[in-house]
């Protein structure tokens, strides 16, 4: 459970992870992991680092933290982006579906804004539910580049069902 002051992340350790399938099989990726949770505290203001420690191999990570009001402006600003992005992906694709449905007389073509929402529609198909995803799942904290033999580890936000929870200071 989170207070203002605090986030709670668990730390993945990667255990495999396996990509099954081919040329005519459908891919399958399977990653399996071992996670421990803590709750870490958020400075007043700007930024801190905090050092969380895999339970499984007992490496040391460094995470940063992010204040409480960055974090949720952030997270507003992402879900934002997102639902204009849904907004012009509609636009784009009401306008293709006019001007492409249209018979045009001998010798004329479509408008210039035709290829553009095409693009628009393409590039905002991926960007809508991308930014808003990535706006409700952030909390602020992030882990920092791991040197090479602590690359197989992952910092994630605590999904609200989840328990068991290490303090760190």
Request: contains cysteine.
């Amino acid at each position: 459970m989170n207070t203002a002051g605090t986030a709670e992340v668990a730390v993945r350790h990667i255990l495999s992870d396996k990509v099954t399938g081919g040329f005519l099989a459908p891919r399958t990726r399977t990653i399996t992991w071992s996670a421990a949770h803590y709750v870490v505290k958020r400075p007043p203001s700007g930024k801190q680092t905090v050092e969380l420690t895999c339970t499984e191999c007992s490496a040391s990570l460094l995470a940063e933290v992010r204040d409480q009001s960055f974090t949720r402006t952030l997270s507003a600003v992402l879900r934002v982006i997102g639902v204009v992005c849904a907004v012009v992906f509609f636009a784009a694709f009401a306008y293709a579906v006019h001007e492409g449905g249209k018979t045009l007389p001998e010798g004329q073509s479509l408008p210039v804004l035709f290829p553009i929402s095409v693009i628009a529609i393409a590039v905002t198909f991926v960007a809508a539910p991308t930014f808003y995803v990535h706006g409700r799942n952030y909390n602020g904290v992030s882990m920092l580049d791991a040197p090479k033999p602590r690359r197989r580890h992952q910092i994630r936000p605590v999904r609200p069902g989840q328990r068991g929870a290490r303090t760190t200071r």
